[in-house]
């Protein structure tokens, strides 16, 4: 190295570093100089920890050599080397060996340094201390946590708190001292201030203080409740920190015994007025997430006081506050919307904030609580704003977007004006224009009146996409729902045009397309014209759009023979349950016998698109109910990397109060393959519906039941989960005994009842018992009995005693009906109305319930029972109304024939009032339906 | 849900103008290891300044002050050509994090005389490194007050005391002592 590069870093004006081997000879030879130059060494010092923050490290011989040299140090008495030293000693002490050497000359500066000294050498004591050295320390770090100085003591409080996993005993003794360093209030001796500025204190010991007392009493529940007591009843907690520490604590007291709640309701009442707004936030997060998982102990005053602070904190200037209201209002808007519609002025005004995730906040949350009258107003608001944020944040409006067109299908049409504003008009990625074609998709799948338009727009949006992707999809959609509507010619034209014009892959996909048009309408014309586009490109050069071009000629052709097996190989009616159909092949292969046989395709679910559309409605309704659509679109969209306004952790805390719908879909179909697995059934026939999952316990009894009803052309099987909670007993022969209510005029006939043989502690098994019913709709209720052998379990060998009979015992559990509802399956249909009114049998039946219930709880009881799915966003009743409509749609899975319900209700003083109205095309069906509701 | 213990700073990083880093640490407590959420971050150093550079892209040009950012919530300011962040946990109370964000920024402000910037950071790194000492010990938030943070950062010491002339002055004394001593053979040998 020149003398001149040399000189260039002695310069300290100069922000370069020299390399690393220049800094280590350098610190090893200043450091070792006698005697020694502060001023260069920490110089010296600074340029190594400079080296080190970039991120380079050191091999441990030389970090060992340099963390020796700088130990040397200490014999030089100047405070403010010393302060540098320390820092080094921190760094170096992760790469280097032997650093206990330091150990007694920090303890030296802890005895007789200054008391400015002090708290850096208290506080480097925790990384020389190792398990069996940190005992040495107990004397010196115990004074120094009653000393008058609160950095000394702050200092060390944190470094017993670093210092607790690897010396528990040691630390448990400060207990009596840190509860003294919470009380004592220490301010700054004033006489001797040095520097220039005026250290003015914040108490924080306290929080230091607390927080080690936490950890050292966290498992005894009754200290714990009364050092909350000590510290809130007394006004002795001055600091900020150390307040919102308390509150924790009372969090954490509450959520391990939730009963405790009401004992703090008042001082929680007092904290959300309290004069720190972290303790205000902390206070209402408090609330809002334990009255999601505990809604009966929370107050409804105490619960409206929260939201009222949270409003109250929308309106402060200040960003962090404003953001972490808002993160407390989005967990509460995916939870109840309705509880925060009082915050919607003070969102909207929001909404033109001048920080972006402030506002998108605001309006994600704002299209959560949305209410049909609103929104079109809102719709303006975003569009305005839309084009000015980043893609992340359009994406998550988008999303948001999404979700109000399922919940408010009626207006459909400002929210697809939108979006197909932000999409010809904005500018952005991939991933935004994906969002948008996808919150489009739905809309066409779910609102029928708005598909012409839509595809319209979609055709001159890809006049000009630059996305391969979206643009096959696009194409897809257009073959599936074109053929449909009443001018298909028109799509013909811009599908054509993408053949054309486009790359193979899109070629590709656009024959696909075009030869769904060709047999959808009886339209020779058409077919005609479309059979000669497909000859045109049968002389492709590219052998993928060659291929399809004349599978789909032949196809065409021979539809005019074999009439409709063509038609579904064009355009299927139905997909298959993937997961059973995986599960199916991979069974098929296994088996290398099975190859002589084709594999059977039609034992397969299958499942047509009304079906499958009505479990996709269902799916993301669920979802926008437990608010994991946002989270999902988090970990799916762009979002992977960026900044969600969701995050993982708010999902994992905030659990809906509903089931995951999906979930239960996913165990229905595990259900129906173990059903279908056992040997009994297979000569049943084939599955013809499966009931959801009802429970028949309480969700806390000794032995969880549940039952799925299963039906077969002529007979039905009752399946009965059942778990054992129990730690020490296992279960031997379990049965569920079913008696008909009615014995006399039963039609159903017992065959068998397949036991559990045994049913270990904390598992899960089923018992069957099967019946024989004729092909007619049958109703019918059962009581159940849990039958069984109890055996107690010997703890060392965790099997039952040997020689232990075990006794004989019983459980009554609920009774399972089997109703009308579980002859039907949920089914889509995009106009309800007009085809409730075309249906042909009618039948009304009135109801009156005396019961004191929500709405709420009656539709979804009503959901339920009927099997049906809710249409036109039904399902959720309005809270400020006494009165709702509910609409119902299913088919037989018997027939297949449609069933369509409209439930009007009216809730008063004596009770809530049904008048069911059902038509059907069946009237027996419709008559068991609508009798048979409640 | 919130979580009671004090370890609430993950990180605490000061980036320059391009998204380099001209200080960062990451945080972990000493002696446990029960604490594993960011360990890949803490390890990998690669992985950080990856962390860093995805951050900067969020975070550069917008004045919003915080946000969220892959399960941390992340507080920052932006000068000239430095921006100033704290990394936090995503359970923390936002203000908590904010206060002692603010004592981290307001201190450099009081203990860097012409204000924040790339140069005046560097060129007092170590000053800066103590402010940073006093704010954050291992992840807890250890004062909130700038005044007292800035009082217990010292200056680095002045040029050395005369030390030098001790050294001349016994320099001379032994040349004073060699001559008498020398003057004395003399005249004893004359």
Redesign the interface.
């Known amino acids: 190295m020149s003398t001149h590069t040399y000189k260039k870093f002695e310069n ?2 100069s ?1 370069d570093l020299p390399d690393k081997m220049t800094i280590y000879q350098d610190c090893m030879n200043e450091f070792n100089e006698s ?1 020694v ?3 260069r060494c ?2 010296l ?3 190594l ?2 080296l080190m ?3 380079e ?1 050191f091999p441990e011989s030389e970090a060992t050599a340099l963390f020796f040299s700088v130990s040397k140090l200490f014999q030089h008495q ?4 010393r ?2 030293v320390y ?1 080094a000693i ?1 760094e170096l002490s992760g790469i280097s060996e032997d650093v206990l050497m330091a150990t007694s000359s920090i303890m030296k500066d802890v005895q007789n340094g200054s008391d ?1 000294i002090k ?2 050498a208290i ?1 480097s004591l ?2 020389v201390l190792d398990e069996s050295t940190a005992f040495s320390a107990e004397r010196l770090l115990k004074s120094a946590v009653v000393s008058k100085n609160p ?1 000394i003591s ?2 060390s409080l ?1 470094a017993s ?6 010396s528990e005993t040691t630390i448990k003794r400060f207990t009596n001292e840190a509860q003294e360093a919470v009380v004592d209030l220490k301010p ?1 001796p004033q006489n001797d ?10 108490f ?1 010991t306290q ?2 203080a607390l ?2 007392l ?1 950890q050292l009493k ?1 498992n005894d529940k009754m200290s714990l409740m009364k050092l909350v007591r000590q510290f809130a009843e007394t006004n002795n907690l001055k600091n ?2 150390a307040k ?2 308390l509150v ?2 009372v ?2 007291i509450v ?1 391990r015994d939730p009963q405790l709640f009401t004992q703090f309701q008042q001082l929680l009442y007092n904290w959300l007025s309290n004069k ?3 303790v205000q ?2 206070t209402s ?1 408090l609330i809002t ?1 334990f009255a999601t998982t505990n809604p009966r102990l929370v107050s409804p005053e105490l619960f409206a006081a929260a939201i009222q602070t949270l409003q109250g904190l929308l309106t402060v200037p ?4 404003k ?2 209201a808002l ?1 407390i209002l989005n967990r509460i808007s995916m939870v109840s919307p309705e509880k925060i519609v009082i915050c919607n002025p003070e969102l909207e005004s929001l909404i033109n904030d001048s ?4 506002s998108t906040y605001a309006i994600t949350i704002l299209l959560k609580t949305g209410t049909a009258k609103n929104i079109s107003s809102l719709i303006s608001t975003i569009t305005k704003f839309i084009h000015e944020v ?1 893609d992340d944040f359009k994406i998550i409006i988008i999303d948001a977007v999404r979700t109000l067109s399922l919940n408010f299908p009626q207006e459909w049409k400002s929210i697809l004006n939108f979006l197909i504003d932000v999409l010809k008009n904005g500018e952005g990625g991939f991933k935004f224009k994906n969002s948008i074609v996808e919150a489009l998709i739905d809309i066409v799948s779910f609102v029928p009146q708005s598909k012409e338009l839509a595809l319209e727009n979609l055709c001159d949006f890809i006049e000009d996409c630059e996305f391969n992707e979206i643009l096959v999809r696009i194409l897809h959609l257009l073959g599936k729902e074109g053929p449909y509507t009443s001018n298909p010619s028109l799509y013909v034209r811009h599908i054509y045009n993408r053949v054309v014009l486009e790359n193979s892959i899109i070629r590709s996909a656009a024959v696909v397309s075009l030869s769904k048009f060709a047999l959808a309408k009886n339209d020779p014309t058409l077919k005609d014209s479309i059979v000669s586009l497909l000859k045109r490109i049968a002389n492709d050069k590219d052998d993928e759009v060659r291929d399809r071009a004349s599978i789909a000629l032949q196809f065409i052709e021979s539809s005019e023979s074999t009439g409709d097996s063509a038609k579904d190989l064009i355009q299927a009616k139905y997909s298959y349950d993937y997961q059973s159909l995986e599960s199916k092949l991979v069974s098929y292969m296994s088996d290398s016998d099975a190859f002589k046989a084709p594999f059977e395709g039609s034992t397969v679910r299958r499942i047509t698109d009304d079906e499958a559309k009505a479990m996709d409605l269902k799916r993301k309704q669920e979802q926008l109910q437990s608010g994991s659509l946002e989270s999902g679109a988090g970990s799916s969209g762009s979002l992977e ?5 969701d ?3 708010d999902k994992a ?1 905030y659990k809906g109060p509903s089931v995951d719908q999906h979930k239960e879909d996913l165990l229905a179909t595990k259900y129906a393959d173990e059903l279908l697995s056992i040997e009994q059934f297979k000569e049943f026939g084939t599955l013809v519906n499966s009931s959801n999952s009802v429970a028949l316990t309480e969700p806390e009894a000794e032995f969880v039941v549940r039952g799925v009803k299963h039906l077969f052309k002529e007979h039905v099987v009752f399946q009965f989960s059942i778990t054992n909670t129990l730690t020490d007993v296992i279960l031997d022969n379990v049965s569920v005994a079913c008696t008909p209510e009615d014995p006399e005029n039963s039609q159903l006939e017992e065959l068998f009842t397949i036991p559990i043989d045994r049913l270990a502690p904390s598992t899960e098994a089923a018992s069957y018992i099967a019946f024989r019913k004729s092909e007619d709709i049958v109703m019918e209720g059962f009581l159940c009995n849990l039958t069984f052998t109890t055996k107690e379990l010997n703890p060392d060998t965790n099997e039952p005693f040997d020689g232990d009979e075990g006794f004989q015992d019983e459980y009554e559990i609920d009774s399972i009906f089997l109703n009308a509802g579980d002859y039907i399956k949920s089914s889509f249909i995009g106009d309800f109305t007009t085809t409730f009114d075309e249906l042909p049998n009618e039948e009304v039946a009135v109801y009156n319930i005396h019961e004191n219930i929500s709405l709420q709880e009656v539709i979804d009881k009503l959901v339920t029972n009927t099997s049906c799915l809710p249409l036109e966003n039904t399902q959720f009743a309005p809270n400020d109304s006494n009165s709702h409509v509910l609409k119902l749609f299913g088919k037989s899975a018997l027939t297949g024939v449609k069933i369509a319900l409209t439930v009007r209700m009216i809730k008063s003083s004596k009770g809530i009032a049904l008048k069911a109205q059902g038509k059907s095309e069946d009237a027996t069906l419709c008559a068991d339906l609508v009798n048979g509701l409640m | ?6 370890y609430c700073v993950e990180a605490l990083l000061i980036l320059d103008g391009t998204g380099d ?5 990451y945080y972990q ?6 604490y594993v959420q960011n360990a890949s971050l803490i390890k990998n ?1 690669k992985k ?2 990856e962390f860093e550079k ?1 951050l900067f892209g ?1 975070i550069h040009k ?10 941390h919530i992340v ?1 920052y300011k932006e000068y000239m050509d430095i921006i100033l962040c704290l990394v936090g946990s ?2 923390e ?7 002692g964000f603010t004592a981290f920024r307001d201190s450099l402000d ?1 203990i860097l005389d012409s204000g924040i910037d ?2 005046n950071i ?2 007092h ?2 000053m800066v ?2 402010a940073i ?1 006093e704010t954050i ?2 992840g ?6 700038p ?2 943070i ?11 005391p005369q ?1 030098h002339l001790d050294l001349d002055k016994g320099l001379m004394g032994a040349w004073g002592f060699a001559k008498s001593k020398l003057q004395e053979r003399l005249q004893q040998g004359l």
Request: glycine content about 2%; hydrophobic content about 30%.
């Open positions: 300290s004006d922000g005697p130059n502060s001023k920490r110089l010092i600074s340029r920890l400079r923050a970039q991120g490290t100047n405070d403010s080397l302060q540098a820092l921190k400015l708290p850096n506080r925790t990384v950095t702050s200092a944190t708190y670093h210092l607790l996993p690897i700054f201030v040095t520097g220039d500025y005026y250290p003015n204190s914040t924080i929080y230091h927080g080690l936490y966290k900020q920190l919102v520490q924790k604590l969090n954490d959520q720190f707004e972290s936030l902390e997060k997430s200040r960003v962090t506050t953001f972490a993160r920080n972006r995730n402030v980043s990397s960026g900044s969600t306004p995050e993982r952790a805390t | 849900m919130s979580s009671l213990s004090l880093r001209v200080y960062a640490k407590p000493p002696h446990s290891n029960s150093v950080q300044k995805r969020k917008h004045d919003t002050e915080i946000l969220i950012f892959e399960d507080l995503i359970d109370n936002e203000v908590i994090l904010q206060q009081l790339k140069k560097q060129d790194f170590d490194l103590l000492d010990d291992n807890i938030i250890l004062e909130t007050d005044a007292t800035a009082s217990r950062v010292t200056k680095p010491p002045t040029n050395e030390l």
